[in-house]
């Protein structure tokens, strides 16, 4: 399976997940600060009806910093049935999601799935050919700052065959690894290991 067909398959997992919500599981807090989980939902959306210069159109409104901000603006007026039917059918991405042949999108909906998800306390087992790949970006992706927070330790999974980098060890589930080296500091106790404290110490700044 490409990453596009992956990506494909997250995205339905994803919407097959959202319409088991309740409207106030909708509206509660997400992993990513200040969205709620219909904000991530939206943002899950926003690369796909968009051009290069429509992306720059973008970041001219939002000032750059708040260029994701945009679009989940955008889709702020529709209910969650609404966009969970948006979602539904765009399930394959298109435009600027499938670059690097799908692994933007992959990268994004597999993390921002969690993001919905570990708040709302429904946790699940990610495909572990999705988490591969998906690790292996989050590692050298620019936009992302799992080069720098990865960089010097070596990242063991213990539940997944794949490994990152040399220096004192971060282990751990492979979700809570990705979830860490992608930022989201409320899972740096689930980790353990040497590099674990390497690993905390960048979050806190």
Known sequence: MNCLEMATAERSDLADF?????????????LCADWRVRDV????????????????RRAIRGRLVHINQVRVDELASLTPEQLLDQLRSQLRPQGLATTF???????????????IRRPLGLLRQIPAERLRWVLADSVRSPELPG??????VRLMPTDLDWSHGSGPEVTGPAEAV???ITGRASVIGELAGPGQLVVARRLAR
């Not at 959202?18 to 997400?30: I, R, V």
């Not at 042949?101 to 993001?115: E, K, N, P, S």
């Open 41 to 56: 939902v939206a943002h899950v959306m926003s690369f796909d009806s968009v051009s290069l210069l429509g992306m720059f």
């Open 18 to 30: 959202l319409a088991t919500l309740t409207p106030g599981q909708w509206e509660a807090p997400s």
């Open 178 to 180: 990705l979830m860490a």
């Open 101 to 115: 042949g799908g692994r933007l999108a992959l990268l994004d909906v597999t993390i921002h799935h969690q993001d």
């Open 147 to 152: 080069w720098r927070l990865a960089r010097g």
